[in-house]
């Protein structure tokens, strides 16, 4: 990996935390030297938990797929560098990037351009990096993969609120957030933290998704095994959009493991439908958010 040359684009304007066209708006740099990375993509969202194993890998993949199919152009980061998931649910164990002169070029399935800290290294190293390299590594994702033209770019967080999600929320012109989480006590507690960390870095929070939030048993009846409605009752005592509830359902993990996203073996299942409909949702809220944005500005 060679050094990013994000860093010295801000440094030229004093603006080591660009945050897209404002930051440079401010600066009086109407020319930067250097264009601000992924101008080519149209909405750049981030999918973030507080705690981990709540699905938030999960989601972002299927919410790709889901996006792809209505034919919009994708792009999924996994910006997990410790437990990087999407090489396993793509099934792109083997896979490496090509590298040209200039770029990485992600790979491409199913209709999703995809980088992955998988496709580089070994899948059972470790990653022992630091702050500083992580932080690199995540700008490489940005500024020196070919990403072209997008409509949707997807940031896989990592659980929690560390230096990834800090650097990604202040190097990317992030629409907003969607936050994942279960309907269980102790997930809430920690999502609120993720929801002040985008507060406090000025990144719009689309909505919260509540998943595993019910198990259907064969008789229709519904298990709430994390409890009831947390997710629900979460975003709206913090004012946020609620943006669905997804079941537990053994074919999404097992979809999850062998690499085959749960949207395109279950197409017509009532919870690719959850799925399809959190994706319109997410749609509708960066249509709003954007609109609220643009009235900001003019
Ligand atoms: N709705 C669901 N039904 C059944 N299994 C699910 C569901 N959502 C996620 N899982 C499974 O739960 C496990 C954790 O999911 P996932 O890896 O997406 O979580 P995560 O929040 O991204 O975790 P981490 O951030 O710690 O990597 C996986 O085995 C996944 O297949």
Not at 201 to 206: A, K
Request: glycine fraction near 10%; charge should be negative.
């Amino acid at each position: 990996m060679t050094t990013n040359h994000d860093e010295s684009t801000h440094a030229s304007c004093s603006h080591n935390q660009g945050n897209g066209e404002a930051a440079h708006a401010s600066c009086g740099h109407h020319h930067c030297e250097h264009e601000r990375p992924l101008q080519q993509v149209k909405h750049i969202i981030a999918v973030a938990s507080g705690k981990g194993g709540v699905g938030k890998s999960t989601f972002a993949v299927n919410l790709s797929i889901a996006l792809a199919q209505t034919g919009a152009k994708v792009g999924l980061i996994d910006a997990d560098l410790y437990g990087p998931s999407i090489p396993t649910m793509f099934g792109l164990l083997d896979a490496k990037p090509e590298v040209t002169e200039k770029h990485l070029v992600p790979l491409e399935k199913w209709g999703v351009k995809l980088m992955s800290i998988g496709f580089l290294i070994e899948t059972d190293t470790a990653v022992i990096w630091r702050g500083p390299m992580v932080s690199n590594a995540i700008k490489q994702f940005i500024s020196e993969v070919d990403w072209s033209e997008l409509d949707y770019l997807i940031f896989d967080l990592p659980p929690g609120t560390g230096d990834i999600q800090i650097t990604i929320a202040q190097t990317v012109p992030l629409t907003g957030a969607i936050i994942v989480t279960t309907p269980q006590d102790v997930a809430i507690a920690d999502v609120s933290k993720a929801v002040s960390m985008f507060r406090k870095v000025n990144v719009p929070i689309l909505g919260v998704v509540e998943n595993m939030s019910y198990y259907e048993l064969p008789d229709g009846t519904k298990d709430y095994i994390f409890g009831h409605h947390g997710g629900e009752i979460f975003a709206r005592t913090q004012g946020l959009s609620f943006l669905g509830s997804i079941p537990i359902d053994r074919a999404v993990r097992e979809g999850g493991d062998n690499g085959t996203p749960y949207m395109l073996s279950h197409p017509d299942s009532a919870t690719s439908k959850a799925i399809n409909q959190a994706t319109m949702e997410v749609a509708r809220r960066i249509s709003i958010t954007e609109a609220e944005r643009g009235n900001k500005q003019s």
